[in-house]
């Protein structure tokens, strides 16, 4: 019997997206197949979470193509954004917190081609006088991406409903990145020598 890769990862994806610290028992469990099997698909655990890598890296793509990242103004593309990324933000979430993917030289170049596509859409929304230019491009990066994983453990917990997470996430964070040009921009604290 062949085994279907896709389906192992994603299987071990809705697995370990629920908890981290799964077995390689009990992701072959999961997807329904034997330890041996799991084993001849992916030699060991790093194996494996490189192979999610890789699918997170490309849903992520894909989703950062789906959402039109140049149409029209930039809030409404982060909006599109986080509901494209919603089906994989908690497979997003678990790579997030495997150090191993972003520690050394070995990180996957997929991840900074991410990163500077969504830098770029917080980047051009400042040239165009819509979002703060107090926050750097990096820093609503990374706040997009915390966003995201709580707000998908969030919902795999029941303390959020699914249809909420893309209201709740782009409001909070353009309700802080957005410009309002009643207000000037607060000025950044001196720090202390």
Known sequence: M???????????????????????DEVAKAAGISRATLHRQFA???ALVRALEA??????????????????????AVRRLVRE???????????????????????NPGWTRIDERVADLF?????????RIDLTPAWLT???????????WAVSEGRVASRD???MITELL????????????PARPREES
């Open 174 to 185: 353009l309700g802080g990145a957005l410009r309002h040009p009643a207000r000037p921009n």
């Open 85 to 107: 990324l919603e089906s994989a933000a908690a497979l997003l979430a678990f790579l997030y917190t495997e150090n191993q993917l972003f520690e050394g030289g070995a990180q």
């Open 55 to 76: 699918l997170g890296i490309a849903e992520c793509e894909a989703a950062l193509d789906a959402a039109r990242l140049d149409d029209g103004p930039a809030s409404d």
């Open 123 to 131: 980047k051009r929304g400042q040239a165009a006088g819509e979002f």
């Open 142 to 152: 990374e706040a997009l991406y915390g966003l995201l994983g709580s707000g998908a």
């Open 44 to 46: 060991g655990r790093d």
């Open 165 to 167: 997470f893309t209201f």
């Open 2 to 24: 062949a085994v279907d890769r896709d389906h192992v990862l994603r299987s071990a994806a809705a697995l370990l997206t629920r908890k981290s610290t799964a077995t390689m």
